[in-house]
């Protein structure tokens, strides 16, 4: 059964600007994704993939260096933090006002962490919210139904299969705000770019650290390869795992649930229910116990007056959307 929508509140994209889509710009990339794109996509998921399921018995064969895990660990929360703080948090759903150096910093630190360009990633993440759950969402796990083969067949779909999908989502009407920054318009535009930069800097510093080619090799390998393979799947499993189990103390219109266990891997981000029952939230994990090292930082870049007018939960706000203790569960 196909979840039909719901009509409620839901952040809205801003409209585009009148004549936005006969830009050169707007769209950057087209609507549609070409052959060439879908080859590159699908090595830039199993490559790192692959070396993902071989660092465990690399790992016991010969190693792993405190260099090459530092260069990992470094590499991961950066790139993490640059998705959730700035792509999802601020750039797609405005929980705070960024002065410029940070605005930049930001772009840079989300699109090093190779999961697609800044607009794009905004405008997909802006459509989900809009049809959370329900036809019309990019990456929704019930796409198919609610049967077990459904099911499994949409946890397939949400985790990784929709992005093979030719048809992406219009950046001119879900992100003109984004488009109409030259700046951020570029950092989009060279994701290619930072792409490669991400996959240099380990072999870089590893190389030069030990003086070794094997050093390189080996800072490519697990700072490179093992670290952008766990955390696109650790991103991933915000849109198929915690929209099929979880928790869910909040009232919200989908099945978004919180899932403990990816809470510091995600930076916060499988704190999920409460943001969708609350999606301008700088903080996602509002409950006792509930790690979330973005809304901390963010917190941080507050107190030095780097960001300002920070939407903190009001106790009152989260109290209004509390389920029935017998709801908690999922």
Not at 37 to 51: G, S
Not at 252 to 268: M, T
Request: hydrophobic share 45%; charged share 20%.
């Amino acid at each position: 059964m196909t979840i039909s929508p719901e009509v409620t509140s839901t952040p809205e994209a801003p409209e585009a600007p009148a004549g936005a889509a006969a830009l050169p710009f707007a769209t950057l990339g087209g609507d549609r994704k070409g052959s060439t794109e879908q080859v590159a996509l699908a090595l830039f998921i199993t490559v790192p993939f692959v070396a993902l399921l071989a660092a465990v018995p690399l790992a016991w064969g010969w190693g792993v260096s405190w260099l090459d895990l530092g260069l990992m660990v470094a590499m991961y929360y950066i790139g993490c933090h640059g998705i959730t703080i700035g792509f999802h948090r601020y750039f797609t759903h405005g929980s705070f006002k960024a002065k410029r150096p940070l605005r930049i910093a930001l772009a840079i630190m989300g699109s090093l962490a190779v999961e697609g360009p800044l607009v794009r990633w905004v405008a997909d993440h802006r459509k989900h919210h809009k049809f959370s759950d329900a036809e019309g969402d990019p990456h929704s796990p019930w796409r198919f139904g609610e049967t077990v083969p459904a099911l499994m067949k949409g946890l397939w779909w949400a985790h990784i299969g929709w992005m093979f999908d030719e048809e992406r989502t219009p950046q001119h009407k879900y992100a003109p705000d984004l488009i109409k920054d030259p700046a951020l318009r570029a950092i989009s535009r060279h994701f290619l770019s930072w792409t490669i930069l991400s996959l240099a800097i380990p072999p870089l510093v590893g190389g030069l650290v030990t003086m070794s080619w094997w050093g390189a090799f080996t800072a490519f390998f697990w700072g490179s390869l093992v670290r952008v393979a766990l955390l696109h799947h650790v991103t991933w499993s915000i849109n198929s795992i915690c929209h099929a189990v979880g928790k869910r103390p909040f009232k919200s219109r989908d099945r978004s649930g919180n899932v403990w266990w990816l809470a510091v891997l995600s930076c916060g981000e499988s704190w999920h229910n409460l943001h969708h029952a609350d999606p301008t939230s700088a903080r996602h994990g509002v409950l006792r116990g509930q790690v979330d090292s973005s809304a901390r930082l963010i917190r941080w870049f507050e107190l030095a007056g780097w960001a300002s007018d920070v939407r903190w939960p009001a106790k009152e706000r989260l109290e209004a959307r509390r389920q029935n203790p017998s709801s908690e569960a999922a």
